[in-house]
Nanobody, 119 residues
Framework: QVQLVESGGGSVQAGGSLRLSCAASTRTFSTYATNWFRQAPGKERDFVAAISSSGSSTDYEGTVKGRFTVSRDNARNTAYLQMNSLKPEDTARYYC????????????WGQGTQVTVSS
């Protein structure tokens, strides 16, 4: 069992930056890919970005490519989502998920952290 805790959310103005963290409870976190999702009120949960277990591969949803960067520090059992040039449409609750790979096999989820971007 892997418990995930997201942090780093908050309220920023458009153009600002935030860095989200996804901290895992066990070292087995390093054997899973980390996938980031977001869900706005009344909408489905959408894929945002992901990084492989080793950190050698990444993937991004089109609207965040070039603005968001996913990374991880397996020594700290933590993954990160650096979000720059934030837009109001990025407003959502952000979740991390430990998965068997990028975009599949989601096994464990965090509770999420809220990001609000004002114009």
């Amino acid at each position: 069992q892997v418990q995930l805790v997201e942090s780093g959310g908050g309220s920023v103005q458009a153009g600002g930056s935030l860095r989200l963290s996804c901290a895992a409870s066990t070292r087995t976190f390093s054997t899973y890919a980390t996938n980031w999702f977001r869900q706005a009120p009344g909408k489905e949960r959408d894929f945002v970005a992901a990084i492989s277990s080793s950190g050698s591969s990444t993937d991004y949803e089109g609207t965040v490519k070039g603005r968001f960067t996913v990374s991880r520090d397996n020594a700290r059992n933590t993954a990160y989502l650096q979000m720059n040039s934030l837009k109001p449409e990025d407003t959502a609750r952000y979740y991390c998920a430990a998965g068997l790979g990028i975009r599949y096999g989601y096994r464990f989820w965090g509770q999420g952290t809220q990001v609000t971007v004002s114009s």
